[in-house]
């Protein structure tokens, strides 16, 4: 099984109707600032959505945190901002840990990342809308799911598709 894993479009459809092509993913997480763009993946694919509120998602009545059991392992997901993840991963590890998890998944940040922080995995797709670490690449995760349940996770630009397909 392929995840697909997004945050921060901030309404910009175009690149996340790419990546699905790209990727044909058989679950997609958006892990907010969506900015309504979670009511348009729906047409976009006929994959299962997951999406939680970021801090830019006003009016939305999406959770601010989901919890979902995926092979052998428990991820929450999260936009991030209530545990101040800019600034460390304190906060956000411990209400994993409260909630049983072992994987957590954010955005908020615009910078892409896979941690192995104590007992958890904290990973962040970046942003494929507005890139903010140091090469501006537009990134997303791809989280593969092997028949033992077991869990690999991907970092990919959409410039490095570019790169390797000549476009």
């Known amino acids: 099984m ?28 958006h892990l907010g600032d969506g900015q309504g763009v979670e009511e348009r993946i729906w047409m976009m694919t006929d994959a299962p959505v997951e999406c939680v509120c970021g801090n830019c998602d006003w009016g939305t009545n999406l959770p601010n945190e989901v919890v979902l059991e995926v092979g052998k392992h428990v991820i929450m997901l999260t936009h991030g901002h209530y545990y101040g993840v800019g600034f460390g991963y304190e ?3 411990e209400a994993a840990r409260a909630k049983g998890c072992d994987v957590v998944l954010y955005g908020h940040t615009h910078v892409p990342t896979i941690d192995y922080y104590e007992d958890l995995i904290i990973a962040n797709p970046g942003s494929i809308a507005f890139p903010r670490q140091n090469s501006r690449e537009h990134t997303y995760m791809t989280i593969m799911v092997d028949n033992e349940g077991e869990l690999k996770f991907n970092l990919h630009s959409l410039e490095e598709y570019d790169r390797k397909h000549g476009n």
């Open 91 to 93: 906060r956000i590890a």
């Open 2 to 29: 392929k995840i697909l894993v997004v945050s921060d479009t901030h309404g910009m459809s175009e690149n996340l109707s790419d990546v699905i092509e790209i990727e044909k993913p058989d679950r997609i997480y």
